[in-house]
């Protein structure tokens, strides 16, 4: 993206955002056009060439208010029929914000059967209930809907209604001795004529609607003793009907079902006017007559605890008669489903299976749950031309096919747990040679046989209870949670609607009490309250009976209208129109045309009838204005909704006539025009409608103008078609409020002018640079701040000729930076260029009437030649300069015949280069652009050699420092395409200038070493690590030059240069020293200056310990060898031991540890340390000598010297002596702890020593008590004893306390490390004790026994009394770690009681041993992990190996 503007303290109305570059505000004086990293002629990679992108088009809009879209009104309150009422309420809860409410989308619509609802419900019997002698009909159990809506009870009563409602007849008697148990099944015949019933006991009835109160036949249960002797067959006592139907078209002719998965097919005929029924078995086999339990007592009519089987029928259905006759209808299929299988049994003309599908799921990946949930429905052969969207349709099928009606496939969908299925069933005829038993002859048979397609399956949201076809092409489903509607030849869910399964009836909820049905099971059972019949679904609720239609998109819109949301009906209308509508297209046309045909006719009838209606007269005077308490109502917002919803469908449709003719024209009739321009605004400037009448273009710029809002205006003109423009009013609003981005935008496109806005900001340019001249010329005392602020206007907009010159050369338009046409791109590039580098002052317009485009900063004053290029490059060189550098890159410049090249351009640059009154600025920069073109375009660019060499001269001549990098980079362009001829001279010149990269190039090519080197070390601008790693190269390579020796004059070069280098990085400094000088470390050390001992310090250090030489922050960009350097004199070792002590004295020893042993002299190391008081280190130095006793007799030295510093300074009257004191008691710590440390050393078993081990600790406590006794000769009594008894309030008798106390320690911790040593044999405490309190009174003769004794028991007393903390210490957490392991052995001990613990440890399906049974010599892997359940009772299974049922009857627990 091609940089703009500066950034301005103008609203951002004025200056749009997309230009601006991030440069810091400055004066209008210096402000620069082009940040440095963006300008292409500083010294950062060029940026490639212009092309338009869509990041660069998107910041047109960048710049924009947003304005969003009023949000569509409602319309409800505007229709004739809302009420007074509803128009209140609906205006006491509008609000100001205009957030749209999201309403639930209806899918399903309800209503209730009252009337039915009335008689199944009430608890009173109905009027027509006892007329017919009904006297209580009991609760419903189950519902069946085909042409009239039949109702089962749990009294064995069907209710028989018809689609008014009306109870047409009740079949069945209420007499209890003739009660044969609920009713758990229904169906109803094809023609409306009989009712088959089946009931819990295992009873069948079949009712004729005509004479209701007996049954016209009735199949009753057998035994399974009758079966046995084949006596009889059919259902068993007790058994629960769970599926009945009608074959085919037949009224005695029924299938049925019952819940111990036994299936039968009745023929119920009668011979001579007695029963002669036919019961023929279709599936399922009889149980074991051990198992099979007594007739129940008429109240409980299920047997208990009856397992659910495989075998158990989840759902069964004969395939019904369709409207149109089908081949397989003469087969009397029927669809039988269980839990493991699909069986489909044909009764005709024999009874034979067909078709036989096994679940293909392994049980272990069906939930129990989900096993037993199966239902399957049937869609007969129907004509299609049913279920066309329009009579057009229709009649164009009927002339199809001679005259046929098409008709569908018979298609079953069926389902398993959540897995829809769907099967389709087709005839095919095949020819088969029969030979005829008695002539033997051979006829060729037409022989029919079934062909079974499966279509597809895919997967509900939860499990299937219910399952119905809605139509040819939908099924609806239950599930637990919702409706859910799929439509079958995509296989996906087209509506969804909530509701709750639970709430229907189920025929077996009110067993679950004695334990035959789980509650679960039992609730789940409503697959026989749902029944859709031509579309409708009729539920059987437990507190009523409703049906429900699936909304169309015409029923959809037409409710809109119905509740007077015009503007809801118009915005779905243009859903369904563009695709976008959610939910089922029921109704509309599949062709895409002539869906947008019948769609869109509605749409337009919609979009008219809501303007005329709204704008009609009776409705602008009548409630809808006022509310009941007489306020009035503000309809803006619906007017508003009116008008964006229209244009949103108008852009569907592509037609605006209506939009801008007839919804424009009454608005403006209405004097409301002003809403209409304010809501079509948002969609012109998103883009969305670009062509606009010009009338009403016009309207809505004079309506911003009007409110003051130039930033409206130009927001505005940017987003019209150049055509629906009003040009002169666009032009003059433009030139008044200074819209100089939409002015342009004006010329350009609307009138492909690309020299009047030339023009235009040069005059600008023009004018800034006279205010230049005034200030420049003025006294500071006469400069008014109000002037700058004045002029900041007309400084930013005159930089925008940059950008518009620039975008206008690339073939750009101006500001979106789309690309031009290529013949536009032409004509404009010809005009700015011709105008620009024209020779003289121009006049403009052209013809008569023009004036001279003058650009001198005096009135009337001379004009120079190429006058505007002169203007440009005096108002900003590096932003004009910039400009043309782009457009060099554009293939326009390529073809001369243009009258425009390259090389004409460069020829004016160098013409006005020779101008004596050119800035410094605008000649540095000529100079770049020509230094970095001439080697880019070699073959457009061909310049006289001494031209270049004068701009290569005064690329290196320029004072400007700030552009020293960037003449660098140029003049490396121009060296890359001429060689200069004055070599010295141009090299003085550039070492002048600080062309350090150019002369390092120049010296390494002539091998000049010390020159080379020269350069690294003088370039201000190379970072600090890049000047060590050059360095270091450059000494490489002279090296390698020079046979492997260093040159002397590179040497003697970078001896002069190591203070420098020592100043910057010290370590550094000296890897390099002792990588290529090694034997000038003393040279190096001299060149850091007599005070900077530290300096010393840290050079030595990086030498001697490697280890050390680099802390976080310090960057060692060179390799270095481990270990000290062998290089370093040893006199200069022994000044780093005595820098460390005087730096870092704590650090000595380990310094001293890391050396080798022979690295150093120890003795004059051990004196250098002794003379800096590092006396630690001198005991250290002296025992690695092998020297125990002598340096526990020099720590018995410094002790004595230091005690004796501590008893002069205590003694003193000096408040002051407190640091004296710290700094000795720290040296005595640290003198005790090497000490220390050397005693435990030669303790060790492992250490061979010839001394008494007990000697060494006897003179090192000796020397320790002495100090403390001599302290304490000097410390008074309260001093000390106990630290309470110390008086607080003074500090002498305070501080003699402290320092007792600290050499006490000392003490302490010196018995304590005898301690941990005292096992050995070598030691006795005893012994030393008494030794150190013989010698102590032998040689103290100046202190009394009483004081020297008493010193004994503080010490020993103490070592006692920290010896007992310790204990108790141990003590308690011995105590404490015992209750912690108590606890937690307790908490182990109750989980693993948690649970049910099994009562063997095999399984109880398959025996296999849980743990152990892995037999020896099998493989040593680990076995398998396998889940157990573990029921309450403590059996424990393999999930694989569960029986059936067993959550339905068992908590358990799965691990």
């Known amino acids: 993206m091609s940089p703009k503007t500066p950034i301005s303290s103008t609203p951002a109305s004025r200056v749009p955002n997309h230009i601006g570059n991030g440069t810091p505000s400055r004066t209008p004086l210096t402000r620069p056009y082009l940040h440095p990293s963006i300008s292409r002629l500083r010294s950062i990679t060029p940026q490639p060439s212009r092309t338009p992108s869509a990041a660069s088009a998107a910041t047109l809009h960048s710049h924009l208010h947003e304005s969003t879209s009023a949000v569509p009104s409602h319309f409800s309150a505007l229709s004739r029929s809302s009420s007074i009422t509803n128009l209140s309420a609906h205006f006491a809860n509008d609000q100001p914000s205009r957030t749209p409410v999201h309403s639930v989308r209806e899918v399903l619509r309800w209503t209730q059967l009252r009337v039915i609802g009335e008689h199944i419900y009430a608890g009173q019997p109905s009027k027509a209930s006892s007329l017919l002698g009904v006297q209580s009909s009991g609760s419903p159990t189950v519902l069946s809907a085909n042409g009239l809506i039949c109702i089962g009870t749990d009294t064995g009563l069907v209710l028989v209604f018809d689609f008014k409602q009306t109870l047409k007849c009740v079949c069945g008697n209420e007499s209890a001795e003739k009660n044969v148990g609920a009713v758990t099944a229904l169906a109803l015949s094809f023609d409306h004529t009989y009712v088959a019933v089946g009931h819990a006991t295992g009873h069948i009835q079949l009712y004729d609607l005509r004479s209701p109160k007996v049954p016209a036949r009735v199949v009753a249960p057998t035994t399974l003793a009758a079966v046995a002797s084949g006596r009889q067959e059919g259902h068993l ?106 069986v489909i049994v044909g009764l005709k003309p024999t009874p034979k299976t067909w078709y036989r599908r096994h679940r293909q799921s392994d049980d272990e990946e069906i939930s129990t749950k989900s096993r037993f949930k199966g239902t399957l429905a049937w869609f007969p052969s129907v004509s299609l031309t049913a279920d066309l969207s329009s009579a057009s349709e229709r009649d164009s099928k009927k002339s199809q096919m001679n005259g046929s009606h098409p008709s569908s496939t018979p298609t079953l969908a069926y389902s398993w747990g959540n897995t829809l299925n769907l099967l389709k069933v087709s005839e095919d005829k095949v020819v088969q040679a029969v030979k005829d038993a008695k002539t033997g002859k051979v006829n060729k048979v037409e022989v029919g046989r079934i062909i079974f397609e499966e279509v597809g399956s895919w997967n509900a949201s939860e499990d299937i209870l219910a399952l ?166 503000d309809r803006t917002e619906l007017f508003e909704g009116l008008v964006s919803t229209c244009a949103r469908a108008c852009m569907a449709l592509g037609d605006f006539d209506f939009f801008f003719e007839d919804l424009f024209g009454y608005y403006d009739n209405n004097g409301i025009a002003n809403i209409f321009l304010r809501q079509l605004e948002p969609f012109m400037l998103n883009g969305e409608i670009r062509h606009v009448p010009p009338r009403i273009t016009q309207r809505l710029i004079a309506l911003h103008d009007d409110d003051n809002r130039p930033d409206l205006v130009e927001r505005l003109i940017w987003h019209i078609d150049p055509d629906c423009l009003d040009i002169n009013q666009a032009i003059t609003l433009c030139q008044r409020y200074q819209l100089y981005d939409a002015l342009i935008y004006v010329y350009t496109r609307a009138l492909q002018d690309y020299r009047s806005p030339v023009v235009e900001l040069l005059g600008l340019v023009r004018r800034v640079q006279q205010w230049r001249r005034q200030r420049a010329e003025a006294s500071p005392s006469l400069s008014e701040p109000m002037d700058e602020q004045a002029i900041e206007p007309v400084v930013l907009n005159a930089y925008k000729i940059y950008p518009f010159i620039a975008d206008t050369l690339t073939g750009l338009t101006y500001p979106s930076e789309e690309p031009l046409p290529e013949d536009e791109a032409y004509k404009a590039k010809t005009d700015v260029y011709t105008f620009l580098f024209d020779g003289r002052s121009s006049v403009w317009p052209e013809g008569e009437g023009g004036k001279l485009v003058l650009t001198s900063d005096e009135e009337n004053g001379v004009e120079p030649t190429y006058p505007y290029t002169r203007l440009l490059l005096r108002f900003d060189p590096e932003a004009f300069l910039h400009t043309i550098d782009m457009a060099f890159e554009d293939a326009y410049l390529n073809d001369e015949s243009n009258g425009m090249s390259r090389f004409i351009i460069i020829k004016i640059l160098l013409e006005i280069l020779s101008s004596p009154e050119l800035s410094q600025e605008e000649r540095t920069f000529i100079h770049i652009f020509i230094a970095r073109n001439v080697p880019k375009y070699p073959q457009f660019i061909q310049i006289q050699p001494s031209v270049l060499h004068s701009i290569l001269i005064g690329l290196a001549e320029d004072p400007d420092t700030s552009t020293r990098e960037d003449r660098q980079l140029a003049a490396e362009f121009l060296l890359s395409a001429y060689t200069p001829h004055e070599g010295d001279r141009i090299l003085e010149l550039f070492k002048q200038a600080g062309f350090y990269r150019i002369l390092r190039s120049w010296y390494k090519q002539e091998k000049e070493w010390p020159q080379l080197l020269g350069t690294f070390l003088e370039d201000p601008d190379l970072p600090r690590h890049d000047v060590f790693t050059s360095v270091h190269d450059v000494l490489k390579a002279s090296k390698r030059a020079n046979k492997g020796k260093l040159p002397q004059a590179v040497c003697d070069r970078f001896l002069e240069s190591l203070p420098e280098l020592l100043h910057s990085d010290v370590a550094n400094t000296a890897a390099l020293v002792d990588e290529h000088l090694p034997d000038q470390h003393e040279a190096a050390c001299h060149a850091l200056g007599p005070d900077d001992e530290h300096g010393r310090f840290l050079y030595l250090q990086y030498l ?23 290089n370093v004199l040893p006199w200069l070792r022994q000044a780093y031991v005595a820098m460390h002590c005087q730096f870092d004295p704590s650090g000595v020893i380990p310094a001293l540890r890391s050396l080798p042993r022979d690295y150093l002299d120890s003795y004059e190391a051990a004196r250098a340390c002794e003379e800096r008081e590092v006396f630690d280190a001198v005991v250290w130095l002296v025992d690695r000598e092998d020297k125990p006793q002598d340096a526990l007799a020099k720590a018995e030295s410094f002790d004595q010297l230091l005690s004796t510093r501590i008893a002069d300074a205590l003694a003193s009257p000096d408040e002051k002596v407190a640091d004296t004191i710290s700094d000795a008691i720290h040296k005595l710590e640290a003198v005790a702890d090497v000490a220390v440390s050397i005693c435990l050393e030669r303790s060790q078993p492992t250490s061979p020593t010839d001394i008494p081990l007990e000697d060494l600790w006897f003179q090192l406590l000796s020397s320790q008590i002495d100090c403390v006794q001599r302290i304490a000769s000097c410390c008074s009594l309260e001093a000390l004893g106990p630290s309470e008894r110390v008086p607080a309030e003074d500090p002498r008798m305070q501080r003699e306390h402290q320092t007792i106390s600290a050499l006490r320690s000392l003490v302490h911790k010196t018995f304590t490390a005898l301690m941990s040593v005292s096992s050995t044999r070598a030691v006795s405490f005893p012994r030393l004790f008494k030794r150190l309190v013989s010698s102590a009174s032998a040689t103290k003769a100046h202190v009394s026994k009483g004081t020297l004794y008493a010193e004994f028991r503080t010490i020993l007393t103490g070592m006692l009394e920290s010896f007992r903390s310790e204990g108790d210490m141990l003590v308690i957490t011995k105590h404490l770690v015992d209750r912690d392991v108590a606890d937690t052995i307790a908490e182990l001990v109750a989980e693993r009681a948690k649970g049910w613990a099994p009562s063997r440890g095999v399984c109880a399906g398959c025996g296999t041993a849980f743990v152990g049974s892995k037999k020896a010599g099998e493989g040593e892997g680990e076995p398998k992990s396998e889940p157990v359940v573990v029921s309450r009772t403590g059996v424990i299974y393999h999930t694989r190996c569960l029986p059936p049922g067993f959550h339905a009857n068992h908590a358990a627990s799965v691990h």
């Open 237 to 342: 006592v007790g058994s629960r009907i769970v599926s009945i139907g009608f074959v085919a078209g037949r009224h005695t002719a029924l299938v049925s079902a019952d819940d111990s998965g036994l299936a039968f097919y009745h023929s119920l005929g009668k011979v001579f006017f007695v029963d002669a029924t036919d019961i023929l078995r279709i599936l399922g086999k009889y149980p074991d007559e051990d198992g099979l339990d007594g007739p129940p007592a008429l109240g409980h009519r299920f047997r208990r605890k009856r397992l659910r089987k495989p075998t158990t029928i989840l759902s069964m259905g004969p395939l019904p008669l369709g409207t149109c006759a089908h081949p397989t209808d003469t087969y009397n299929l029927v669809a039988l489903l269980t839990p493991i299988k699909l």
């Open 468 to 633: 119905q076809w809605l139509n040819v092409n939908q099924i609806i489903v239950l599930t637990p949670s919702a409706f859910e509607i799929y439509d079958v030849r995509t296989f996906k869910l087209v509506e969804r609607e909530p509701f709750d399964a639970w709430t229907l009836v189920s025929p077996v909820l009110s067993h679950t009490t004695n334990g035959s049905v789980t509650y679960s099971d039992a609730v789940s059972e409503v697959a026989h309250s749902v029944r859709v019949y031509k579309g409708k679904i009729f539920l059987l609720g437990q507190h009523g009976v409703q049906v429900g239609t699936l909304l169309t998109w015409a029923d959809r819109i037409l409710s809109s209208v119905s509740d007077g949301d015009f503007l809801s009906a118009i915005e779905l209308t243009r859903s369904y129109y563009v695709g976008e509508a959610p939910g089922n297209r029921n109704g509309l046309p599949d062709d895409p045309e002539k869906l947008k045909t019948v769609v869109g006719e509605k749409m337009r009838e919609l979009m008219v009838a809501s303007a005329q209606y709204a704008f009609s007269e009776e409705r602008l005077v009548d409630a809808t204005h006022v509310t009941p308490d007489g306020r009035g109502v």
């Open 1104 to 1126: 001697l310990l490697p280890h050390l030489r680099k802390s976080e922050e310090d960057d060692i960009a060179l390799p270095r060898k481990p270990g000290p350097s062998p």
